[in-house]
Nanobody, 118 residues
Framework: QVQFVESGGGLVQPGGSLRLSCKAS????????MGWYRQAPGKERELVAA???????NYADFAKGRFTVSRDNAERTVYLQMNNLKPEDTAVYYC????????????WGKGILVTVSS
């Protein structure tokens, strides 16, 4: 069993910032890699950023320079700091647990809606 507590989504104006948080819990899971994926209406789900338990990071091109992924000291919570948000960032953001840095795993959060609009 894997449980996720996701928070930090909402409505922001273009150019604004938002910080997402995802805490994973349960007795049968590995947090080797934690990350964020997003899916906009009519689009396929795509990587935003991911980070290993050794703090190696992987970012989508659109996220580089604007978004920062990090983990807490317990290495069970992943954060995504999003700056200079754009309308095209509007999507449902999903927390993900995986074995490998560059491949999504089978454990997904329910998703957080992020809306960037004036």
């Amino acid at each position: 069993q894997v449980q996720f507590v996701e928070s930090g989504g909402g409505l922001v104006q273009p150019g604004g910032s938002l910080r997402l948080s995802c805490k994973a819990s349960g007795s049968i899971f590995s947090t080797n890699t934690m990350g964020w994926y997003r899916q906009a209406p009519g689009k396929e789900r795509e990587l935003v950023a991911a980070i290993t338990n050794m703090h190696t990071e992987n970012y989508a091109d659109f996220a580089k320079g604007r978004f920062t992924v990090s983990r807490d000291n317990a290495e069970r919570t992943v954060y995504l700091q999003m700056n200079n948000l754009k309308p095209e960032d509007t999507a449902v953001y999903y927390c993900n647990l995986a074995k490998f840095l560059r491949e999504a795993g089978p454990w997904w959060g329910k998703g957080i809606l992020v809306t960037v609009s004036s």
